[in-house]
Nanobody, 114 residues
Framework: QVQFVESGGGLVQPGTSLNISCVASGFTFSAYSMRWFRQAPGKEREFVAQVTRNSVFRRYADSVKGRFTISRDNAKNTVYLQMNSLSPEDTAVYYC???????WGQGTQVTVSS
């Protein structure tokens, strides 16, 4: 079945960087655009970044543009999110998602605090 396993989250200080990853299985990873979403406490899940199947096109939420970079490795069925200049407003559970597939993983918690 379709599975997403996110990892790499943690507690970091403001201004630092973190790289989170998501390993996908159960479908043809290279055939799908992939996105990262996040959900902060008490808020709705929101879009963060997207990368197309062959990594030609990427787009970002305005709140992370210039700080976050999405990438993927189709040989490893993995999508990454490099997060720089983190701020407390980036605190959330981060989820990866494949376009047109209604499956979600457990997410990885990112907490930015001094």
């Amino acid at each position: 079945q379709v599975q997403f396993v996110e990892s790499g989250g943690g507690l970091v200080q403001p201004g630092t960087s973190l790289n989170i990853s998501c390993v996908a299985s159960g479908f043809t990873f290279s055939a799908y655009s992939m996105r990262w979403f996040r959900q902060a406490p008490g808020k709705e899940r929101e879009f963060v970044a997207q990368v197309t199947r062959n990594s030609v096109f990427r787009r970002y939420a305005d709140s992370v543009k210039g700080r976050f970079t999405i990438s993927r490795d189709n040989a490893k069925n993995t999508v990454y999110l490099q997060m720089n200049s983190l701020s407390p407003e980036d605190t959330a559970v981060y989820y990866c998602h494949a376009d047109d597939l209604d499956y979600w993983g457990q997410g990885t918690q990112v907490t930015v605090s001094s």
